[in-house]
């Protein structure tokens, strides 16, 4: 970490000291929002991740439009403990998680009051999740899996495990389960294209330290992370299970390639959103413009 030349302690210390208030303030708010069952329990998870990416240097750049359909299953790529921020700023959903998760300290309080779904991944507990999972959905609540089992190394993406989508064969409320790919791609810091040699200071697997690797995450300035939204299928769209595994995980290593290597194609009437951005100008604001120039 001290090979850095542009990591900052202060700017670490400083991000973090904000993220700890504002989680501990919020915290309460949202157990109480929990226990009394206020809609406010959906909602500000959304708003608390948008906070926490603008807090801790992330400029995440939006491609493609998340399914508007209840529910949905979001499948994504997972390169980080980061990517919960992320996606969570953009998602009003809750993610699927190993049961290990509910233990740490700390963030484990923070899934548990965002509703996570947690799982053991051994085949005889199977049932049961899908199930979990399944009561979840007919309640019309979207959840984002990470079907790679573990977190990568933010260069790839890992074969997805057909098994994860075992959910996708049941029909909630009569009809087939909505399946939305997403990519996730760590790609610039501070403008600057990010190679693999900087990646891994935000990808975060194998055995490395959370504490250490947060510390040093969060002091390296502006982080642009792209998030593609792919077109959405079903499980009647595929022969089966694994083919459909399949097709979720070449979707979206095939964008994450383009994404890193700066050839991210952006189909003709979409636009990257860029999250936290500035508000859209009406009509009035631009006609007023187009007269001065």
């Not at 493609?64 to 921020?85: C, I, M, R, W």
Request: with cysteine; proline share 7%; hydrophobic share 40%.
């Amino acid at each position: 970490m001290e090979q850095l030349s542009f990591f900052s302690p202060s700017r670490a210390a400083a991000r973090l000291v904000v993220y700890v208030t504002l989680t501990l303030v919020l915290l309460p708010v949202q157990a109480a929002a929990l226990l009394l069952h206020l809609p406010l329990r959906r909602s500000l998870p959304r708003w608390y991740h948008r906070q926490c990416a603008r807090i801790l240097g992330f400029r995440i750049e939006r491609y493609g439009e998340p399914s508007q359909k209840h529910p949905t299953l979001f499948v994504s790529n997972h390169a980080s403990y980061l990517d919960v921020a992320i996606l969570g700023a953009l998602l009003p959903a809750s993610f699927v998680a190993k049961s290990e998760v509910s233990n740490w300290p700390f963030f484990g309080t923070l899934a548990r009051l965002q509703r996570t779904v947690f799982i053991e991944r051994v085949p005889r507990k199977a049932v049961a999740h899908r199930d979990e999972m399944t009561r979840r959905l007919e309640a019309s609540d979207d959840l984002i899996l990470f079907p790679e089992g573990t977190s990568d190394d933010g260069n790839r993406v890992l074969p997805f495990k057909s098994a994860l989508f075992s959910v996708a064969e049941k029909r909630p409320h009569g009809e087939a389960l909505t399946i939305q790919p997403v990519s996730i791609a760590y790609t610039k810091l501070d403008g600057m294209p990010m190679g693999r040699y900087l990646r891994p200071f935000f990808a975060w697997y194998g055995d490395m330290e959370l504490a250490s690797h947060m510390w040093t995450a969060v002091g390296l300035g502006t982080v642009t992370v792209e998030v593609t939204f792919h077109p959405s299928v079903s499980i009647d769209d595929f022969p089966s299970r694994k083919a459909l595994a399949q097709h979720c995980q070449e979707t979206v290593a095939q964008s994450v390639s383009e994404s890193l290597t700066g050839r991210h194609s952006i189909p003709p009437a979409a636009r990257p959103r860029r999250l936290p951005g500035r508000r859209k100008k009406t009509q009035e604001e631009e006609d007023a413009e187009s007269e001065a120039a």
